[in-house]
């Protein structure tokens, strides 16, 4: 039996577990973490002793947030795991560093559960493959409906790099907001291969963006916010984003600041680029996947089962509880 909750993913098999808990309540012996967002996974201090499964990437992203050691246990993508009866494998799923799909098989089915994806290939991530022969398949739905379809990736990164440049130009400081984890580092990437010189950010994201150079994505030319006055350009999360540290960034730059939004969300005043895959490149991957059915989760599930139906003739429907036994 698969419980679905929000992001969260409970297998009550002979070996249970629970894919993505987001607190300790949800918690199993045995956890598999898809990536390092926290609306995915919350390490609890109490719950530090439950093994948790995750790409090594994400391991080394969730290890910066935590003041204790937790039982980590590493997973290449590829690489089966034999637990009791299942075999689990992690796959590339083209969201963040490390993010994965689960593939799950036994000798009554074969599954997956994708976790966040993208299909688009950008600077620094591969997009997901499909995943052929499966029973059935569980995949995240943000942006699944017709309404969100995004420029193609150069398209986004070229009104990135116009808007910088007219913002440099008129003397101003440009700042980036968008999110830490994935697009923040899609951006430096870009900015650095524009030249656009230094680029402050936050303690935080500097530590996740050495975890992305570890895994070889050579992101250079970045500052703490502190010496913003000798960088041309700031990435912020939302979260930093707010009047005192407008303040604060335009008093130690001696600039005026100018702000873009970089989002998924249909936003007014922003561009469009995802860590997510737009309706289009979830029907694709499903389409190439050819799953015999599909279980919609975590965003429009609704309309993107809708979607799936009518679009690729696929059955589909929204999932809270899924009978295993049954398939
Ligand atoms: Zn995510
Ligand atoms: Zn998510």
Same mark, same amino acid.
């Given at each position: 039996?698969?419980?679905?909750?929000? #992001?969260?993913?409970?297998?009550?098999?002979?070996?249970?577990?629970?894919?993505?808990?987001?607190?300790?309540?949800?918690?199993?012996?045995?956890?598999?973490?898809?990536?390092?967002?926290?609306?995915?996974?919350?390490?609890?201090?109490?719950? +530090?002793?439950?093994?948790?499964?995750?790409?090594?990437? @994400?391991?080394?992203?969730?290890?910066?947030?935590?003041?204790?050691?937790?039982?980590?246990?590493?997973?290449?993508?590829?690489?089966?795991?034999?637990?009791?009866?299942? @075999?689990? #494998?992690?796959?590339?799923?083209?969201?963040?560093? /490390?993010?994965?799909?689960?593939?799950?098989?036994?000798?009554?089915? =074969?599954?997956?559960?994708?976790?966040?994806?993208?299909?688009?290939? #950008?600077?620094?991530? =591969?997009?997901?493959?499909?995943?052929?022969?499966?029973?059935?398949?569980?995949?995240?739905?943000?942006?699944?409906?017709?309404?969100?379809?995004?420029?193609?990736?150069?398209?986004?990164? @070229?009104?990135?790099?116009?808007?910088?440049?007219?913002?440099? +130009?008129?003397?101003?400081?440009?700042?980036?907001?968008?999110? +830490?984890? /994935?697009?923040?580092?899609?951006?430096?990437?870009?900015?650095?291969?524009?030249?656009?010189?230094?680029?402050?950010?936050? @303690?935080?994201?500097?530590?996740?963006?050495?975890?992305?150079?570890?895994?070889?994505?050579?992101?250079?030319? *970045?500052?703490?916010?502190?010496?913003?006055? &000798?960088?041309?350009?700031?990435?912020?999360?939302?979260?930093?984003?707010?009047?005192?540290?407008?303040?604060?960034?335009?008093?130690?730059?001696?600039? =005026?600041? !100018?702000?873009?939004?970089?989002?998924?969300?249909?936003?007014?005043?922003?561009?469009?680029?995802?860590?997510?895959?737009?309706?289009?490149?979830?029907?694709?991957?499903? /389409?190439?996947?050819?799953?015999? *059915?599909?279980?919609?989760?975590?965003?429009?599930? &609704?309309?993107?089962?809708?979607?799936?139906?009518?679009?690729?003739?696929?059955?589909?429907?929204?999932? !809270?509880?899924?009978?295993?036994?049954?398939?």
């Amino acid at each position: 039996m698969l419980s679905i909750s929000n #992001t969260t993913v409970k297998y009550s098999g002979e070996v249970p577990f629970t894919i993505d808990p987001i607190s300790q309540k949800n918690y199993s012996e045995l956890n598999i973490i898809t990536h390092a967002h926290s609306d995915h996974i919350k390490i609890s201090k109490n719950g +530090r002793y439950n093994a948790f499964i995750a790409h090594p990437a @994400t391991i080394e992203l969730l290890k910066q947030g935590l003041d204790f050691d937790a039982n980590f246990i590493p997973s290449e993508y590829n690489k089966p795991i034999k637990l009791n009866g299942n @075999t689990i #494998t992690l796959l590339n799923s083209g969201h963040i560093l /490390g993010s994965s799909a689960v593939l799950v098989e036994n000798d009554k089915t =074969r599954f997956a559960i994708t976790g966040d994806i993208n299909t688009t290939e #950008t600077n620094v991530s =591969r997009p997901i493959k499909p995943i052929e022969d499966l029973d059935f398949m569980i995949i995240e739905s943000t942006y699944g409906l017709e309404k969100y379809q995004f420029p193609k990736r150069p398209e986004g990164y @070229t009104q990135i790099n116009n808007w910088v440049k007219q913002a440099i +130009r008129n003397n101003k400081m440009p700042v980036i907001i968008t999110h +830490r984890l /994935g697009k923040t580092q899609e951006i430096v990437k870009e900015l650095n291969k524009s030249n656009f010189g230094y680029i402050a950010l936050p @303690t935080e994201t500097l530590d996740s963006n050495e975890v992305y150079n570890l895994y070889g994505k050579k992101l250079k030319n *970045m500052l703490p916010l502190e010496e913003v006055r &000798d960088a041309n350009c700031v990435v912020l999360p939302p979260s930093k984003y707010n009047q005192e540290m407008i303040n604060y960034i335009s008093f130690i730059s001696g600039k =005026r600041a !100018d702000y873009l939004h970089v989002t998924g969300h249909n936003l007014k005043n922003c561009v469009n680029l995802s860590s997510h895959s737009d309706y289009k490149g979830l029907l694709d991957f499903i /389409g190439t996947s050819k799953p015999k *059915m599909v279980y919609t989760y975590h965003g429009h599930t &609704d309309g993107l089962s809708r979607g799936i139906e009518k679009e690729l003739g696929i059955k589909s429907k929204a999932a !809270d509880e899924i009978n295993t036994n049954t398939l």
